[in-house]
């Protein structure tokens, strides 16, 4: 049985017990209506509680993950990741988009068009799919993809860690999107043109690029911060960028956008 469906479970019981109290006259004088409330955060704190004293025990068994490349000539991948770990590198065996080992589950949805493999990869339906509430360790992806062709990245994550190495990867386009996390990103070396677009709520985020890799960084954010080193990228007007950026065979072009946090780019 999944967790969530057992977390729900418990709150229908409990409030089903309530009605049924009540319809035998053993609640005289107190609404059922009243007490879903505080039933329900009863529930939450007890199942956090025994979560966290029991969670060890309920952790999942890692599972394999293996999508083939099916002679696709390039690949738009979207991964959306909960609380936890996420690791990414270029080690995918030769006719393989993505392979690795995920712990907590997975579900995915293929589809291609073409010459395109489109691939979408989220945690299974759960009850809190954002936060670990004590009953595992939570989400725990080591994932690889392939260097053979030329990959557009959609990364969405919650409260988690996640390293990113796309030193080797061609990838043209990243999409990240954070929530409370730490998110560290090795950009691509030889990919030509990456753009990158980051967007984030309480996270902090680190890029570096390559030595042999130009940038030009542009930012927007409310109460977050910006550390670029200004000895590669110099600040010209609004923007951070390379002196050759424009004649550049390789290069980035950053967009960050963040509410209460902060950017570290080198």
Request: proline share 4%; glycine share 12%.
């Amino acid at each position: 049985m999944r967790r969530g469906s057992l977390f729900w479970g418990m709150v229908i019981i409990l409030v089903g017990l309530f009605f049924l109290l009540s319809s035998l006259g053993l609640l005289k004088g107190v609404s059922p209506w009243a007490l879903i409330g505080p039933v329900f955060l009863i529930v939450i704190g007890v199942w956090i509680l025994f979560g966290n004293m029991l969670g060890g025990r309920f952790r999942d068994e890692p599972q394999q993950v293996s999508i083939p490349l099916e002679g696709a000539a390039s690949a738009r991948v979207k991964i959306g990741h909960g609380a936890g770990r996420l690791v990414l590198d270029s080690w995918a065996g030769t006719g393989e988009l993505i392979s690795g080992t995920v712990v907590g589950g997975f579900r995915t949805h293929i589809d291609r068009r073409g010459s395109e493999l489109n691939i979408n990869l989220h945690p299974p339906d759960t009850a809190f799919p954002f936060f670990n509430w004590g009953w595992s360790r939570g989400l725990d992806w080591s994932l690889s993809l392939t260097r053979d062709v030329p990959l557009s990245l959609e990364i969405s994550t919650g409260a988690n860690d996640s390293n990113l190495d796309l030193t080797d990867l061609q990838v043209t386009n990243l999409q990240l999107r954070t929530g409370a996390s730490s998110t560290k990103v090795l950009l691509p070396a030889n990919a030509g043109i990456t753009r990158v677009t980051c967007e984030g709520g309480a996270a902090g985020v680190e890029f570096r690029v390559p030595s042999n890799v130009a940038a030009r960084i542009r930012w927007q954010g409310g109460l977050s911060s910006i550390n670029v080193d200004s000895s590669r990228f110099p600040r010209t007007g609004g923007e951070y960028r390379s002196v050759e950026y424009d004649t550049a065979t390789n290069k980035v072009d950053i967009y960050a956008q963040m509410g209460l946090g902060s950017v570290d780019i080198r």
